[in-house]
T-cell receptor
Framework: LAKTTQPISMDSYEGQEVNITCSHNNIATNDYITWYQQFPSQGPRFIIQGYKTKVTNEVASLFIPADRKSSTLSLPRVSLSDTAVYYCLVGTPEGGGNKLTFGTGTQLKVEL | GAVVSQHPSRVICKSGTSVKIECRSLDFQATTMFWYRQFPKQSLMLMATSNEGSKATYEQGVEKDKFLINHASLTLSTLTVTSAHPEDSSFYIC???????????????FGPGTRLTVL
């Protein structure tokens, strides 16, 4: 399983764009990159998933360079409610189940 | 879509008793379910992986006789903490995945978690 490295914490202000970068140097060919958001005492919530280039949905964008050794989660115009821990994971379907290993995650704090 | 529920959300029990936690996929069939444990200020730690109709695969260091997992149907998995002790107090989270939800990616969808406190 590919190991991921993220900044432990980040601070931002409301209305700003936040970019969280994750390193995954030993990502395998079949691995997808998935980002989750977790609030205290709640289960992680799926944000976005991608394999290469750029993926965008209604809440975030995911940028993946050609070598796929890193990825960047971009949150446009954050608000106070975006304060949470963000996890970057890589994984490959294994026998029907995608076994994921959670790293330390990035604690994002958004202030007024 | 892709909603996963857990019950109960909180449970307090006495040391030595057993506690069962249910995990249900509400709007999809989960070919695989996972159980995680999370201690305060720490990341999620995978405990076991279960496929419907087969025995669970436990991670190293997780006692399979203490944490009994049953995945009897494509929408229900249960985790039973047997003879619970105070050190088992933690936040237990399940997740479910299915290629039927997002073909080829096996995205995991997480339940809201269960807070277990053992007195």
């Amino acid at each position: 399983l590919a190991k991921t490295t993220q900044p432990i914490s980040m601070d931002s202000y409301e209305g700003q764009e936040v970019n969280i970068t994750c390193s995954h140097n030993n990502i395998a060919t079949n691995d997808y990159i998935t980002w989750y958001q977790q609030f205290p005492s709640q289960g992680p919530r799926f944000i976005i998933q991608g394999y290469k280039t750029k993926v965008t949905n209604e809440v975030a964008s995911l940028f993946i360079p050609a070598d796929r050794k890193s990825s960047t989660l971009s949150l446009p115009r954050v608000s106070l409610s975006d304060t949470a821990v963000y996890y970057c994971l890589v994984g490959t379907p294994e026998g029907g189940g995608n076994k994921l290993t959670f790293g330390t995650g990035t604690q994002l704090k958004v202030e007024l | 879509g892709a909603v996963v529920s857990q019950h109960p959300s909180r449970v307090i029990c006495k040391s030595g008793t057993s506690v069962k936690i249910e995990c249900r996929s509400l709007d999809f069939q989960a070919t695989t379910m996972f159980w995680y444990r999370q201690f305060p200020k720490q990341s999620l730690m995978l405990m076991a992986t279960s496929n419907e109709g087969s025995k669970a695969t436990y991670e190293q260091g997780v006692e399979k006789d203490k944490f009994l997992i049953n995945h009897a149907s494509l929408t229900l998995s249960t985790l039973t903490v047997t003879s619970a002790h105070p050190e088992d107090s933690s936040f237990y989270i399940c997740s479910a995945s299915s290629t039927l939800v997002a073909a080829g990616t096996d995205t995991q969808y997480f339940g809201p978690g269960t807070r277990l406190t053992v007195l």
